[in-house]
Structure formats: C-alpha cells, structure tokens
C-alpha cells in the first residue's frame, strides 16, 4: 500500500501531455471479442489499473492479449474458451459489465458477477439488463451472477428512462451482430460512445447517430480485427486544468480535444482563468488570481461531468465567495467534502448539495481517498494547501489516472510516493 505526500502552494508551470480516455478504452477491449477474423491492436493506451483489470479478465477467457512496451495492446479472441467474469475480477472494477452485450451477440452466452456498488452508489444494471431480454436474452440473477444466454439477438427499439454511458454502450457493441436493426432513444452522447460507435464502424458495423440520444445500429453478420488510436481523456484534461487554477499557475494541456472539454474551460473561466485553445491543446493562466466561486450542476453530456465535480468542488474551498455544487448523477459523490475539511474547508451538505465558502487557506494533513475521483481531489487541495498533505488508499488513483504524480513533478509540484 502506497501513500502520496505534497508540499501545497507550489504554482505549477510548464506542458503536460494527456492520454488515452480510460472510459473509451475500457468498453473497445470487451467489444474485440466480436470480430470473426484478424486481432484488434488498441493505441493511446493510458498505464491503469483498470485497463490491466480488464486485460487480465479477457485472458482468463482465453482471448489471446499481447501488450508492446509502448503500452499498444493486440487482442485475438480466436482463442477463446470461457464466458465467464469472475467476481474476484469484477468486484474491483464495475465496468465489467462491458463484456456481458459482446459475449451474448457473438456466442449467444455469459455468466457476469453482478458488479455491485461502489462508494459513489448503488450502481445498479437493470437497464442494461432490461433492454438485452427486449433483445431476445434470456436472463436469470442468481448466488450474484448475470447468468444470460440467446440462441440469437434481435433488433429492436431500446428507450432508456435515464441516460446510461455503460448501459448504451453495451447495447451498441450487442446490437452490431443482432438480427436486424436496433434504435437506442435516450442515448448517452458522451464523446468516449462516439468514439466506441466510430471504432464498432472501422470494424465492419452499421451505426449511425452516435453522439445524438438516437443511435440506430443495423446488425451484420461479422466483424474484422482493426487499429485504432483511442481518444484523449477529457477527465484527466479538466483535472490538470484545475491543478493549475488552483495553484495560481500556467500550463499548458496538450495531446487533447478542447471541444470535449467545453463546460470545464466555461467554468474555469468564470472563476477567473485565461484560457486560450489551438485544436489539441489548451493554455490556462491563473497567475496571481484568487478563484471566484462557481456553481455547478453535474448531468449527463454535455452538461457539466459529475466525474469533474469534485475537482470543481476542490477548487471552489479556496475561492473569495460562497458556492453550490449540485451532483445530479450519483447519490453519494461527496465522499471527498469530510476529507478536505480536516483541511480547513468550509462545506456543508444539503442532500445533493454543497454549500462551500472559500478560505484563505488550507493546511496540509493526513487525509484518505474513498474513489477514483474524490482521490483527484484531495491531490489538487494538497497542491493549494500550506504544509504537508499525506493521502492514503492511492490505489483508487492508480486505477484511473496515468502517472499522475511524475506528470505533476513535471509542471513543478513537490509531490511523491512512499510506502505506506
Ligand atoms: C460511466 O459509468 C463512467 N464509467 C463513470 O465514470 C461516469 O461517472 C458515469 O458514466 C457518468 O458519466 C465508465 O464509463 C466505465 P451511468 P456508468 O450508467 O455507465 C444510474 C469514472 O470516474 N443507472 O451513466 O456506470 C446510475 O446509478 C467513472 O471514470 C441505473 O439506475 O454510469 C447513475 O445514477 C465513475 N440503472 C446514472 O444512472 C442502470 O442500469 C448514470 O449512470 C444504469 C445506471
């Protein structure tokens, strides 16, 4: 078990390159499992934990998976032998639920661990699982196992009552090899679909819409292996922007899309940032400015991500004002408010609310990370703090951010990583 200690109020300057999209990512290494002919060869590959979690959960099905030392990952699932994901494998990572709509179109069967919840909340998976039996599969919940199988996937319209990033994603990837043809209404417009939908395309699919609440998609009977470079990671992109907007610094963001990334700079902007963008990069100067408070309201894009609330969150505990945080998406997302008031912040909690009134400082302290993002956060209070910030539990940083501390050192901050 490692932990991360910071020395704060250190401005941070200079470039930092961004990677690969975790959550793009993570749903194109389950969909290899559907081509018929050839391997698929994934690029941009950012250095997760997750991304080795679902690695190590496709070889255990017998899919062949060679990775090169530019972290590029070749997948032939020609070798398979098992549908089946154990809870051992899924218990650490939800998004496992991804192989369950490729597994079922291709080979008509999967046996899935229920994947539980996590901190942020409950997590269910019923849309998923609601819209594959409207599929044609037949599906059965037993001793906490999916355990699904058809003797072919039919076409039909999917409406979803709440936007799903995963839910339409597994829909996608099941629908490519279904009978006929399948409308997805209600559909999550998240740049990582779009980029699932341009790569399910490459290989020989037939969808269009991705990126709209409509994705039509008409079955086909087979799939080739492709190459193809996944998209930058906005996340990670707004997490460093507000590492320099927190600290008072300069950098600049490259390797990304700004387009991806609108509501973040938007906001960023109102608390005081001058921003400038070329088409893959982003330059953000807070040098000698004290962040203005910001409200937001997370919701489903392109509305402001609930995965950059924290962030916006950490931020707002040192702005010369009062702030509301509404978090729209998940119920319990504020597990990072009670660890950074053991630094000074000033929150208060009012059912899918926080209220934050800014400090002039924080102080460095002993603090605990709960999940992947409340984690990001207590890294960027750490880098605003006076003294000395340790945050323990970083394996929950390590399965979403790639090299965070080397990138940060990089842009100046005194940040590293000790054993516990
Ligand atoms: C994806 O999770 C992301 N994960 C999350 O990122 C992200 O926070 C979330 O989308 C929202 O943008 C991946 O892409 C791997 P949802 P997902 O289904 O698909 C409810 C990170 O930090 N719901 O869009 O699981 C659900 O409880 C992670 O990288 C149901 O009720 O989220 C939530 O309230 C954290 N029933 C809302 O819908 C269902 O069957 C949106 O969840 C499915 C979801």
Redo the contacts with the bound molecule.
């Keep these: 078990m490692d932990k991360l200690i910071i020395n704060g109020m250190v401005p941070l300057n200079g470039e930092v390159a961004i990677s690969g999209a975790?959550?793009a990512v993570?749903?194109m290494l389950c969909a290899s499992v559907l081509v018929d002919s050839g391997s698929v060869v994934l690029k941009n590959i950012p250095h997760l934990h997750?991304v080795t979690t679902t690695v190590r959960l496709l070889r255990s099905m017998g899919v062949s998976v060679t990775l090169d030392d530019n972290m590029n990952i070749e997948l032939d699932p020609s070798t398979i032998k098992n549908f089946y994901a154990p809870y051992d494998l899924v218990k650490t990572m939800?998004?496992s639920?991804?192989v369950l709509g490729p597994l079922l179109s291709k080979f008509g069967q999967a046996k899935v661990s229920l994947p539980g919840g996590?901190a942020?909340?409950?997590?269910?998976?019923?849309?998923?699982?609601?819209a594959l039996t409207r599929m044609g599969a037949s599906i059965k919940i037993e001793n906490g196992y999916i355990t699904a199988t058809t003797t072919k996937l039919v076409g039909t319209n999917i409406n979803f009552p709440?936007?799903?990033?995963?839910?339409?994603?597994n829909i996608l990837m099941a629908s490519t090899l279904a009978e006929g043809n399948t409308i997805i209404y209600n559909a999550?417009r998240?740049p990582?679909v779009v980029d699932l939908g341009n790569f399910l395309n490459e290989m020989g699919a037939s969808i269009t819409g991705h990126g709209t609440d409509t994705i039509k998609i008409k079955g086909v009977s087979e799939l080739k292996g492709i190459s193809y470079s996944a998209l930058p990671d906005r996340?990670e992109t707004g997490t460093f922007l507000v590492a320099a907007a927190i600290t008072g610094g300069k950098i600049t963001v490259k390797n990304t899309i700004p387009e991806h990334v609108e509501t973040i700079i938007q906001k960023l902007k109102e608390s005081g940032a001058k921003i400038s963008s070329s088409k893959t990069s982003i330059t953000l100067d807070m040098k000698g400015v004290k962040p203005k408070p910001v409200n937001i309201e997370t919701g489903?894009?392109p509305l402001f991500?609930?995965?950059m609330q924290a962030q916006i969150t950490a931020l707002n505990t040192i702005a010369d004002g009062i702030s509301i945080i509404k978090e729209n998406?998940?119920?319990n997302r504020f597990m990072h408010v009670q660890e950074m008031t053991r630094m000074g912040a000033e929150i208060r909690l009012e059912k899918n609310c926080a209220i934050i009134s800014g400090v002039d400082n924080l102080v460095g302290a002993p603090v605990m990370a709960t999940?992947?993002?409340a984690s990001a956060s207590l890294i960027l209070v750490g880098l605003a703090a006076k003294g000395t910030t340790e945050i323990e539990r970083i394996y929950h940083i390590d399965r979403?951010y790639d090299c965070i501390e080397e990138k940060l050192r990089q842009l100046g901050a005194d940040i590293s990583r000790e054993p516990m």
């Design positions: 975790k959550n993570l749903p997750d939800r998004s639920i991804l996590c942020i909340g409950t997590r269910p998976v019923e849309m998923h699982l609601d709440k936007s799903t990033v995963t839910g339409t994603e999550a998240e990582e996340i489903a894009y991500p609930t995965d998406i998940f119920e999940d992947l993002r979403g």
